[in-house]
């Protein structure tokens, strides 16, 4: 045994990498929520899932954000409201003045792998990443994701 002293919040940790899931449904509960301003002068709703099932990929988070208000777009507010209603109607509760409303419900997510590539403004550089494609409600079948 050596003795030696540390402490890991003295050093900057790399982060864990995850692969990106495989494109199907998951099982999950929703948990987090937060709204904030965007860059343009809009609104948009985030909530963070965590999968229960299928059991390989238990655990793993998925992060969704909704635009509910753009002050140039009518579209983006459009989708973003259509996808948070399917969101809303898969949780089980249609209609709500809280995100927390939403907290601990479980439902189907169905993901799909959005490729990498560069952004056109900022130059960056970006992975392959999981993206919600459609919710349902868990009193409807659905296979799950295969590995």
Do not use: C
């Not at 929520?33 to 998925?62: C, D, H, M, N, Y």
């Amino acid at each position: 045994m050596a003795l030696f002293t540390f402490n890991a919040a003295e050093h900057n940790a790399p982060r864990a990498q995850y692969d990106v899931l495989p494109r199907g449904w998951y099982k999950a509960v929703l948990g987090e929520s937060a709204a904030a301003a965007t860059t343009a002068g809009g609104q948009r709703l985030t909530f963070v899932a965590t999968i229960t099932a299928p059991e390989w990929a238990k655990g793993r988070k998925v992060f969704m954000g909704f635009n509910v208000a753009h002050p140039t777009s009518e579209e983006a507010v459009r989708i973003g409201n259509e996808q948070l209603a399917g969101l809303s109607v898969a949780a089980g509760v249609p209609s709500w003045t809280n995100t927390e409303q939403l907290h601990n419900r479980e439902l189907y997510v169905r993901l799909k792998v959005r490729k990498g590539g560069k952004n056109e403004q900022t130059g960056e550089e970006y992975d392959d990443s999981n993206e919600p494609q459609g919710f349902d409600n868990l009193a409807n079948y659905h296979d799950l994701a295969k590995q």
